[in-house]
């Protein structure tokens, strides 16, 4: 998978990003990441990126031309057109479905960082494919949002997580939260860890693991728990 970010701050998502699980991941070939400094595309006589907005009101909103000559700029280093995602509190609230099947279809996206009042609505409609909120609520711009999505969508590139970090077990991946899990000591401060887990059996290991999964899932997000996959018999 390759992904390119368009931004104001490009130092800001590089040092999030190039850290290390995806770090790792980069430096292997697994994925690749490119940032793109938005201002290198203004060329008007100013080199102005943004503008007061039509209408009036407050604050500054990204031109349309800097984002298209960026966007078209790396479409033609590809020779493909990426699939081209712009980060915003108005966007389809990201989840763990919405990661697998965007890993699954697109090995190129490329993401745009709004800032200030946002972008002017004009790219929406010309170039960007989809938008994508992080959570409902408002950050100062699209590139911490850039980065919690990019992580996120690497690490189901298969190669980026060892077996050890595999994601299939983990929450949200099967539609459950993660079971608990314990490591040395087996006492600590007089809690002790249930005895199964040191018993090794694996059969019953794995069946007090999708236990504690369920209950857990009930207690902690009992929206999840209700469309959740879980049979009769476990219900009982
Ligand atoms: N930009 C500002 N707030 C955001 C959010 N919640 N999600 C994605 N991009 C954003």
């Known amino acids: 998978m390759r992904i390119d970010i368009i931004t104001l701050f490009p130092e800001m998502c590089r040092c999030a990003l190039l850290e290390s699980i995806i770090g790792r991941a980069v430096k292997s070939g697994a994925v690749t990441l490119e940032f793109h400094q938005l201002r290198d595309y203004a060329f008007d006589k100013h080199k102005r990126v943004d503008d007061t907005p039509y209408g009036g009101g407050m604050g500054m909103v990204l031109k349309a ?23 915003s509190p108005q966007g389809r609230v990201l989840n763990q479905q919405i990661l697998k099947d965007t890993a699954e279809k697109y090995d190129n996206i490329c993401i745009l960082c709004g800032h200030y009042e946002g972008i002017d609505e004009r790219v929406l409609e010309e170039l960007v494919d989809e938008e994508i909120s992080i959570g409902d609520y408002v950050l100062t711009g699209g590139e911490l949002a850039a980065c919690v999505y990019a992580d996120s969508l690497c690490r189901m590139v298969p190669g980026v997580l060892s077996d050890e970090e595999c994601f299939t077990e983990e929450s949200h991946y099967n539609g459950l939260l993660e079971y608990p899990q314990y490591t040395k000591p087996s006492v600590w401060r007089g809690r002790e860890v249930p005895q199964v887990l040191l018993s090794g059996h694996h059969k019953n290991i794995e069946e007090w693991r999708r236990m504690q999964s369920i209950i857990r899932t009930r207690e902690k997000r009992p929206d999840m728990y209700k469309i959740a ?5 476990e219900i009982e």
Do not use: N
Not at 72 to 87: A, N, Q, T, W
Not at 229 to 233: G, N
């Open 65 to 87: 031309e800097p984002i298209a000559l960026c966007f078209e700029d790396i479409c033609s280093k590809l020779g493909l057109r990426p699939h081209f995602v712009y980060m």
């Open 229 to 233: 996959k879980i049979s009769e018999f």
